[in-house]
């Protein structure tokens, strides 16, 4: 079992939808969580970093942090077909940066 | 805004030749990182540095080595390339605790 599982997708939503992605890990350690978002044939770039468990929001963007679970989530409100994209969750057991990543869901926002 | 610059976009080599992939990031980071990326598998890191001349293996160094002879620049060796080593190569900074990663744009490398 790995780590940190992600569904690959691909996710299909209709502009302005509300987009839940999600992902679930093994170790209950991880205390640092953080979402990318990677375009086709680029490197990922860093959206949103959270510490342990709680709520995080930026613009149209919020992440979750459950840790009883053991489950984290991002949201995109009124998403926009430039919101296509893979999206990467992250996260780390201590405050150095050796990150566990999950293997990316494909976000596809139609106009 | 943090830069991290990879030599190439894209490359194709032979079998059995040394292949260097150069990092360059311009924010002063202490921490860089070398990872590869495959469909299905997501990103798996090769090597880390956390300051000048130090390296530490990730979860898979086999038929790689680094260099970090300056704090900004951090370099990937291929010795002897091979087929399997064909994939998307990503450098990333960062900066002391766990803010995250800053990545470069990727080198996709074919060995034929």
């Known amino acids: 079992q790995k780590e940190v599982e992600q569904d690959p997708g691909p996710l299909s939503v209709p502009e302005g939808a509300i987009v839940s992605l999600n992902c679930t890990y093994s170790?209950?350690?991880?205390?640092?969580f953080m979402w990318y978002r990677q375009y086709s044939r680029k490197g990922p770039e860093l959206l949103m970093y959270?510490?342990?468990?709680g709520n995080k929001e930026d613009g149209r963007f919020t992440a979750q942090v459950d840790k009883s679970s053991k489950y984290i989530s991002l949201f995109i409100r009124d998403s926009q077909p430039s919101d296509s994209a893979t999206y990467l969750c992250?996260?780390?057991?201590?405050?150095?940066?050796?990150?566990?990543f999950g293997t990316g869901t494909r976000l596809l926002v139609s106009p | 805004d943090v830069k991290v610059t990879q030599s190439s976009r894209y490359l194709v080599k032979r079998t059995g030749e040394k292949v260097f992939l150069e990092c360059v990031q311009d924010?002063?980071?202490?921490?860089m990182f070398w990872y590869r990326q495959d469909p299905g598998l997501g990103l798996r890191l090769i090597y880390f540095?956390?300051?000048?001349?130090?390296?530490e293996k990730g979860d898979i160094p086999e038929g790689y080595s680094v260099s970090r002879e300056k704090k900004e620049r951090f370099s990937l060796i291929l010795e002897s390339a091979s087929t399997n080593q064909t994939s998307m190569y990503l450098c990333?900074?960062?900066?002391?605790?766990?803010?995250?990663?800053?990545f470069g744009p990727g080198t996709r490398l074919l060995v034929l």
């Open positions: 924010m002063d980071h202490e921490n």
């Open positions: 959270t510490y342990s468990s």
């Open positions: 990333a900074s960062a900066q002391g605790l766990a803010v995250g990663q800053y």
């Open positions: 170790n209950s350690a991880f205390q640092y």
């Open positions: 992250a996260m780390s057991t201590t405050g150095f940066q050796k990150l566990v």
């Open positions: 540095s956390y300051d000048v001349k130090m390296k």
